[in-house]
């Protein structure tokens, strides 16, 4: 027999689940605030209202349409953001990546690689008529995969290095907007030892995924828009087979030597993508290559570093380090190494004579001024992602489609939200804060794999940001190349579009028959 006592405490526990259930459960009300958050996007081309927006709605809707306790909670839960290390040191890595890029261009790196490239391809003209002309394509190409540690360095590394050699060569500035954009976030998400990672996992131990980086890395063999994207890519460069607008471009610049369209405005920033270099000293290569070399090499030995304790039981000294990679910080990582990177650039100039103590200083808050609009992007992608979990959106969504979704379909469906939600804000990052938080509870319900599910989750959001005029990395991609931005985004269209739709045939071939 149970007594009074007990009885008394069981149906106290049962009210106050109750009481949370109900509280929690907000129907059709969560997916208003992302949807909001879209329209927004598309009506105002503000990717950071938009985002704003949606955090307070979202916040409104759980303080009971309270609008002073709505806002009072959007402030604080935008202040919790930094509550958690890796979502700070993020954060921290992507503003101090802009002193990175400030201390390279000054120290005339930049121009010492521009010099040695020239040097090459006046070699390789000699030897054959307009082989020069694929080959710089090709270099460009990879140097945008190879700086796969930040979108916006990549996109304004290669724009910036590579516009005077593509005028001389009579490339269309179209076509150098497009090698920056696609060669940037695809390399980006398929070697995640970045940012990129370091957010993707942050979100993933926010969905209760015990083992973020070993998921994250499983799900790159399924993440089919980005190898497609840079297959069409590099396809595009060695047959010089374009199609499209882009075919139109490259037409008009070989017979008329236009570089671009009657009537274009090229989108240039002078303060972003070209900070004047020292003057007086020789342009040397190294000045660039050592520090984002030691930067990229820094990370997998971080993530070594930050995981080797977390490893119980190891066979061997490779085996335990291979073992800790899956278990190490990539937030911590990242930062690490961006921070080693600068310390080697500011030596390195010291040594030369280059830079003195308070032009370190200043240089490295100039570089973080520029790049605090990427920052603030990555405190609203968090926050809306918290506020989408607080709503528990992915539960409902998954319930609501749990009748007629089935796993096989849901790869597929996944990746065209995805797409249409980055399409519609211009941010993969907002979209991947969105939609993770969405797609791995269906993926839960639904009993799909869910290594797949984030691959196509990724890969939407990179897509959908190809798209998209108003995509950040679009943009720093025209302006980085001096390209007029519409013309950009129309030129690359075609080539996303004719990945996309191979994407969706894939998802829907490994959900049927896989």
């Known amino acids: 027999m149970k007594t009074r006592k007990c009885i008394l405490a069981e149906y106290s526990q049962i009210c106050y ?10 129907g059709f009300l969560s997916v208003i605030p992302p949807i ?4 927004l996007a598309l009506r105002t081309k503000q990717v950071y209202i938009a985002l704003l927006f949606g955090i307070w709605f979202s916040w409104l809707i759980i303080k009971g349409w309270n609008p002073l306790e709505g806002t009072l909670a959007m402030i604080e839960a935008m202040v919790n953001v930094f509550q958690s290390k890796g979502n700070t040191r993020t954060i921290m890595f992507s503003a101090l990546v802009g002193s990175l890029l400030i201390f390279i261009q000054y120290s005339r790196g930049v121009e010492g690689f521009i010099n040695i490239i020239n040097k090459k391809l006046i070699k390789l003209e000699a030897k054959k008529t307009g082989y020069s002309r694929v080959m710089v394509q090709i270099l460009a190409a990879v140097t945008g995969i190879l700086l796969f540690v930040e979108t916006s360095i990549s996109s304004l590394t290669v724009g910036t290095l590579y516009r005077p050699i593509f005028d001389k060569l009579k490339i269309p500035r179209e076509k150098l907007a497009y090698i920056a954009d696609a060669s940037s976030a695809p390399s980006s998400i398929l070697i995640p030892f970045n940012a990129w990672g370091a957010f993707i996992m942050g979100l993933l131990l926010t969905q209760e995924i015990d083992k973020p980086f070993s998921v994250m ?20 460069i060695l047959s010089k087979k374009d199609f499209g607008l882009m075919k139109k471009a490259e037409k008009r610049t ?8 009657k009537g274009a405005k090229p989108m240039v920033s002078d ?18 290559i050592v520090p984002l070399l030691v930067m990229i090499f820094m990370m997998p030995i971080n993530l070594i570093y930050t995981g080797w304790s977390n490893v119980k039981t190891a066979t061997s000294f490779l085996n335990h380090a291979s073992q800790a990679i899956g278990e190490g910080s990539g937030s911590s990582s990242v930062l690490y190494a961006v921070i080693t990177a600068i310390l080697v650039a500011i030596s390195m100039y010291f040594i030369q004579g280059i830079l003195k103590p308070k032009e370190a200083v200043n240089l490295t ?3 973080i001024s520029e790049l605090m609009p990427l920052a603030l992007l990555m405190l609203l992608a968090f926050a809306i992602g918290d506020a989408c979990k607080e709503l528990e959106t992915g539960i409902y969504v998954a ?3 749990k009748s007629w979704l089935s796993a096989e379909l849901l790869p597929a469906v996944v990746f065209i939200i995805s797409s249409f939600i980055a399409f519609s804000t211009g941010t993969s990052w907002g979209t991947f804060a ?3 938080a969405i797609s791995i509870p269906m993926a839960t319900i639904h009993n799909a794999d869910i290594t797949i599910v984030v691959a196509a989750t990724l890969g939407g959001g990179i897509f959908g940001d190809h798209c998209s005029p108003i995509s950040d990395t679009s943009i720093i991609s025209s302006m980085a190349s001096a390209s007029d931005h519409i013309d950009h985004v129309k030129t690359q269209l075609p080539y996303a579009l004719f990945g996309g739709v191979i994407t969706v045939v894939l998802y829907l071939i490994i959900g049927f028959f896989g």
């Open 365 to 367: 808050l100039k570089g």
């Open 254 to 261: 070989l017979e008329t030597g236009k570089l671009m369209n």
């Open 271 to 288: 303060e972003v993508t070209s900070f004047p270099p020292k003057e007086g000293i020789r342009a040397k290569a190294y000045n660039m």
């Open 434 to 436: 969105i939609m993770l």
């Open 36 to 39: 909001i958050a879209i329209i």
């Open 17 to 26: 689940l109750s009481a949370k259930t109900f509280s929690m459960e907000y």
């Open 399 to 401: 319930n609501a489609t």
């Open 217 to 236: 890395m499983a799900s790159i063999k399924y993440n089919f828009y980005p190898l497609l994207a840079i297959g069409i890519l590099f396809f595009i």
